[in-house]
């Protein structure tokens, strides 16, 4: 059974540009969480999605948005970007919303801002 | 609002011998899950060890257990007989059972255990 993929695993933009990350989740799984990692303010939600529709939000600025398609692939879109918004992204998945179970993590894409 | 504290940033061990790793947290809610997930250094976050919090009988998996004080607000994880491959970034996250809470984790900084030979 294939994992939580997300694409792309690597890029590089500068500021000023937009960005938008891709989330595969485990086949099945319909709930579709993201998670921003910096070295400073370590593991933060950033939103969840469940059956296309946005369940929870963190605190984050405008800029950052997402959605979820029919097929449970979610999108994350950053606009504007700015040099602090260079981060790991992580992804996770699970079954239902909300899950007694576990979240199945991603590798994550790693966002460099210039 | 919920936080996670976990106050050593870096730990250290010898294989074969045993860790703890420490984390308290804050929360006004009576009903939640407490988790250590391992992030190595390929950087996928893999689940530990869970902890309902109604149940007052610590978790345990294989290597793996927890001390659970739930009136403390304590939540440590012990790593017996520890591997090289146990090196990797600990992290102690919370989740609320409360209506509408969802998927949400809310995660503590972190602790970099080193296993060393």
């Known amino acids: 059974k294939a994992g939580v993929t997300q694409t792309p695993r690597y890029l590089i933009k500068t500021r000023g540009q937009q960005v938008t990350l891709s989330c595969s989740p485990i086949?099945?799984?319909?709930?579709v969480s993201w998670y921003q990692q910096t070295p400073g303010q370590g593991l933060q939600f950033l939103f969840e999605?469940?059956?296309?529709?946005?369940?929870n939000k963190g605190n984050f600025p405008g800029r950052f948005s997402g959605r979820q398609f029919s097929n449970s692939r979610s999108e994350m879109n950053v606009s504007t970007l700015e040099l602090g918004d260079s981060a790991l992204y992580l992804c996770?998945?699970?079954?239902?919303?909300?899950?007694?179970?576990?979240?199945?993590f991603g590798e994550g894409s790693r966002l460099t801002v210039l | 609002a919920q936080t996670v504290t976990q106050s050593q940033p870096e730990m250290s061990v010898q294989e074969a011998e045993t860790v703890t790793l420490s984390c308290t947290y804050d929360?006004?809610?009576?009903?939640?899950?407490l988790f250590w997930y391992k992030q190595p250094p390929s950087r996928q976050m893999i689940l530990v060890i869970r902890?309902?919090?109604?149940?007052?009988q610590n978790a345990t998996e294989n290597r793996f257990s927890v001390n659970f004080q739930k009136a403390a607000k304590s939540f440590s994880l012990k790593i017996s007989d520890s591997q090289l491959g146990d090196a990797a970034m600990y992290f102690c996250?919370?989740?609320?059972?409360?209506?509408?809470?969802?998927?949400?984790?809310?995660f503590g900084t972190g602790t970099q255990l080193k296993v060393e030979l």
């Open positions: 999605y469940f059956s296309e529709t946005q369940r």
């Open positions: 086949s099945g799984h319909r709930s």
């Open positions: 996250a919370y989740r609320s059972r409360v209506t509408g809470g969802g998927n949400k984790l809310t």
């Open positions: 929360t006004s809610e009576s009903d939640y899950y």
């Open positions: 902890q309902e919090a109604y149940k007052q």
């Open positions: 996770a998945s699970s079954l239902v919303s909300p899950n007694t179970g576990e979240l199945f």
